[in-house]
């Protein structure tokens, strides 16, 4: 099965960019998204395929992906950004969507 | 307004079984594919089970094939999942998530209900 790697923690401090990166084999072939979740709340979807951002998500969240590395970057990071960031992609020969392991940002 | 609202959850036994809900509303639910993702504690997401916009066709995790079945009511705007055969590394709070295209990104989810099994 597929399998996604992330970091556990990416600290940032206030101000500063924030890069969580996505690990899997060829991610760059499909389509990666991204979610936030704060404590005892659903997860939220920032970034979508890849890069697109849905209504609502600052300009300061971007994503890319490319070879076996995807990368969702938090520019001019905010105490508000302090959560965990899931990965997630399709995966298409199987049917079932896979989750990576999540990374907690806090911001220092 | 979007709305997705999970029920059900609750202590269970080992081997016990449990049906979760989802009440759907804001949206015309027959037109979405639908998802159960769970959650232990202090872990990640972990998707579950999907289901296409008529019913007939459903797919399910690994590790819950066989024990868990997912389910809709398009006529009552509902989504539901059984549980049976359950194991305490079930144990999780399980979300239902609203799948937006083909590319599988999750737009809308629910708040969750907690699963907890446990003798």
């Known amino acids: 099965s597929y399998v996604l790697t992330q970091p556990p923690s990416v600290s940032v401090a206030p101000g500063k960019t924030a890069r969580i990166t996505c690990g899997g084999n060829?991610?760059?072939?499909?389509?990666v998204h991204w979610y936030q979740q704060k404590p005892g709340q659903a997860p939220v979807l920032v970034v979508y395929?890849?890069?697109a951002r849905p209504s609502g998500t600052p300009e300061r969240f971007s994503g890319s992906n490319s070879g076996n590395t995807a990368t969702l970057t938090i520019n001019r990071v905010e105490a508000g950004d302090e959560a965990d960031y899931h990965c997630?992609?399709?995966?298409?020969?199987?049917?079932?969507?896979?989750f990576g392991g999540g990374t907690k940002l806090p911001v220092l | 307004e979007v709305q997705l609202v999970e029920s059900g959850g609750g202590l269970v036994q080992p081997g016990g079984s449990l049906r979760l809900s989802c009440a759907a509303s804001?949206?015309?639910?027959?037109?979405?594919?639908m998802n159960w993702v769970r959650q232990a504690p202090g872990k990640g997401l972990e998707w579950v089970a999907y289901?296409?916009?008529?019913?007939?066709?459903?797919y399910h995790a690994d590790s819950v094939k066989g024990r868990f079945t997912i389910s809709r009511d398009n006529a009552k705007n509902s989504l539901s999942l059984q549980l049976s055969s359950l194991r305490a590394e079930d144990t999780a709070v399980y979300f239902c998530?609203?799948?937006?295209?083909?590319?599988?990104?999750?737009?809308?989810w629910g708040q969750g209900t907690l699963v907890s099994v446990s003798s």
């Open positions: 395929d890849d890069s």
């Open positions: 997630q992609v399709w995966e298409r020969s199987s049917d079932h969507w896979v």
């Open positions: 289901i296409s916009t008529s019913g007939s066709i459903s």
């Open positions: 060829n991610i760059g072939s499909k389509s």
């Open positions: 998530a609203r799948g937006e295209s083909s590319s599988g990104w999750f737009g809308y």
């Open positions: 804001g949206f015309t639910f027959s037109g979405y594919e």
